[in-house]
């Protein structure tokens, strides 16, 4: 399962991150602006998933993090990132198979939204 995607867009920063920031609270996730001007896009309860682990269902906190770059020939790059530990420590094997398919739903979800927009020109996972 990949740990990051990338996507690269032909509209300016400030479209993209709009774009960016409606897709993810479509799929019930707030974002939480950095200092470096990405999201940290969370969902669910800490502490309903410390006492219940994977078993917390849709409560389950995920914790995803999105970054803008600037890229070659004026395209932005919006990378979507997860920390591959915190699924295990959120509940084990189970926990981490959980946030595995919810990091995909939510690349899916922002990738459908730009490229929907007409605005995505690649996508590359790692």
Known sequence: MPSSYDFFVTEGIDATKGRVTAALEAQGFAAETTPNGGFIATRGSATRTLLLGAFAGKAMHLRFDV????????????????????????????GAAKTADAFTDFANGIGGALDSAGVLAETRST
Not at 74 to 94: F, T, Y
């Open 67 to 94: 970054q803008f770059f600037s890229g070659d020939e004026g395209k932005i790059i919006v990378r979507i990132s997860r920390d591959l530990a915190a699924g295990a420590l959120k509940g084990g094997v189970i």
